[in-house]
């Protein structure tokens, strides 16, 4: 089975702070993907990446930024944390020209 | 912009019922449909997926109909369970390109 795991499942994280989430995938996909979800407006995409050290801006980059330094590892970064980033956060893989995509569990992120 | 129009947001069904999700989309290029189900605490997972070279595709209970001049596509969940009770999203992105664009979702409950 495929696997694709997000380092935490809950986070708390204060106004300003720098903040990392991590996601590992097991499958060697090459496309990695970095989602939020919220309540009323479905999944939205904020980075993907389709090699190592690629990496291009999805609908919703503004205030967050990525790093792929290994093929299985993708992370996502929130330079300064601010409120309106509190959010459900998707980690996702998938292989190259292959549109299905595999979804990590997620992690609940909340700035306070 | 929401380039893939989803509804209704919410849907309650009697087991044994028939669900119905309506999902509209503007991007003519788009030439891959999938629908992807969620479950509370976990994360989407690919359900079913249709191409516009056909009008429709069944997998068990699960149907999706295509109409590529309407640019609309609806899911349809005969004899439903309480088992099918998720959150369902719809999809879409461009062969070769793997940028997909999700729907708002749309949370189903199914009573016994």
């Known amino acids: 089975d495929v696997k694709v795991t997000q380092s935490s499942r809950y986070l708390v994280k204060r106004t300003g702070e720098k903040v990392f989430l991590e996601c590992v995938q097991d499958?060697?996909?090459?496309?990695m993907f970095w989602y939020r979800q919220d309540p009323g407006l479905g999944l939205r995409l904020i980075y993907f990446?389709?090699?190592?050290?690629?990496?291009e801006k999805g609908d919703i980059p503004e205030g967050y930024s990525v790093s792929r330094e290994k093929k299985e590892r993708f992370s996502l970064i929130l330079e300064s944390a601010s409120t309106n980033q509190t959010s459900m956060y998707l980690c996702a893989s998938g292989r190259l020209r292959n549109t299905e995509a595999f979804f990590g569990q997620g992690t609940r992120l909340t700035v306070v | 912009q929401q380039q893939v129009k989803q509804s209704p947001q919410s849907l309650i069904v009697q087991k044994g019922g028939i669900s119905i999700i309506n999902c509209a989309y503007e991007n003519t290029a788009f030439d891959y449909f999938p629908w992807y189900q969620q479950f509370p605490g976990k994360g989407p997972a690919l359900l079913i997926a249709i191409r516009p070279d056909v009008s429709e595709k069944k997998e068990g209970r699960f149907t999706i109909s295509f109409n590529k001049s309407a640019k609309q596509f609806s899911l349809h969940i005969m004899d439903s369970q309480p088992g099918d009770s998720a959150t369902y999203f719809c999809?879409?992105?461009?062969?070769?390109?793997?940028?997909?664009?999700f729907g708002t979702g749309t949370k189903l409950q199914v009573i016994p």
């Open positions: 999809a879409a992105s461009t062969r070769g390109y793997q940028k997909v664009t």
């Open positions: 990446s389709y090699d190592v050290k690629m990496k």
């Open positions: 499958m060697d996909h090459e496309n």
